[in-house]
């Protein structure tokens, strides 16, 4: 066997996750099957430096809802790490920390990203040495043409078709807000937290 096949596969998925809901519980689970990767890393930002007019729900109950959403998923597994780093976060910085626990001669790392966060890739903080530390993979979402989208990148990148599910976090929250059902949007557990917390009214 080739050491290259004897490497661990790690997709990294960072996102607000305010909150997290099926359609990124799919994406991640598409990249497993699909790229055989050992496992996913949900990792929840501290504040996105693209969005930061809108100030998100505190980071202990996005983690404890991401941790809910993936709770009995081997194949996920939740890093703090951009939360306990606090202040705004950038992904080099992440990918840089996980470099130190799955070092090149034993991880490869995938970097997940929606196509409308590929589209905003070239304003990431260094992103040429992200996409050469992580192959990055890229998967549809609703409204966005994944091959113009891969079209447009400077960098190489892998696509991931998954089922075109119309869900947001930004649409949930709306619908919570107009007092409108949110079942089977996110996971039953999210749904609980978002109750008890009496989120995003």
Known sequence: ???????????????????????????????????????????????????????????????????????GYPQFEVNDVELKRGGVSYMIDTVLDLRENYPPAEAELYLLLGADAAEEFHLWRSHRQLAEICRLVVFNRPQYNLQTILKKLTVPALPLNIPAFDISSTAIRRRIREGKPVDFLAPVEVLKIIQKENLYR
């Open 1 to 71: 066997m080739k050491t290259e096949d004897k490497k661990l596969k790690i997709g990294i998925f960072g996102a607000t996750f305010d909150p997290p809901h099926s359609a990124h519980l799919i994406a991640a689970e598409y990249a497993v099957s699909e790229l055989k990767l050992n496992k996913v890393l949900m990792i929840p930002a501290n504040v996105n430096p693209l969005k930061k007019q809108r100030k998100p729900t505190p980071p202990d109950i996005r983690l404890q809802m991401i941790q809910a959403a993936v709770n």
